[in-house]
């Protein structure tokens, strides 16, 4: 498989998929699950991760953050840039199934790369 080419040239190279969940628990606790529990299906997330990184040669992160908009997926580009392709309503809709969050992320990938 050749590496992944960017969809317009000139265009910033993905370098990352970041998961950001909630850092803290507060009144959105339930909706930050929705990360979480896909997170921690452990063998199947590393499966997922592996795709990536095979498919458009990214690496999957998770980190904690407190900033209001967690729990999101990042994009991170080699320019420094970073654009938000799932937040917490794709998340939700997922509902912790793997195979749905997936589907989403590659949809919403498509715009970004």
């Known amino acids: ?18 998961g950001v969940h909630l850092a803290k628990k507060g009144l ?11 997170s921690r299906k452990k063998a199947q997330f590393r499966a997922l991760s592996a795709a990536y990184k095979a498919d458009y040669g990214v ?3 998770l980190t904690a953050s407190t ?3 967690e729990p999101c997926v ?3 580009f080699d320019d ?15 509902g912790g199934d ?9 949809a919403k990938m498509l715009f970004f790369f």
């Open 98 to 106: 793997i195979k749905k969050f997936d589907k989403t992320l590659r």
């Open 74 to 76: 990042l994009a991170k």
């Open 59 to 61: 690496d999957f992160e």
């Open 80 to 94: 420094g840039s970073t654009a938000m392709l799932l937040d917490a309503r794709d998340l939700a809709l997922a």
């Open 67 to 69: 900033t209001g908009k």
């Open 1 to 18: 498989m050749e590496a992944y080419q960017p969809q317009y040239q000139g265009s910033p190279n993905p370098v990352a998929l970041i």
């Open 28 to 38: 959105s606790g339930a909706i930050a699950c929705d990360l979480k529990r896909i």
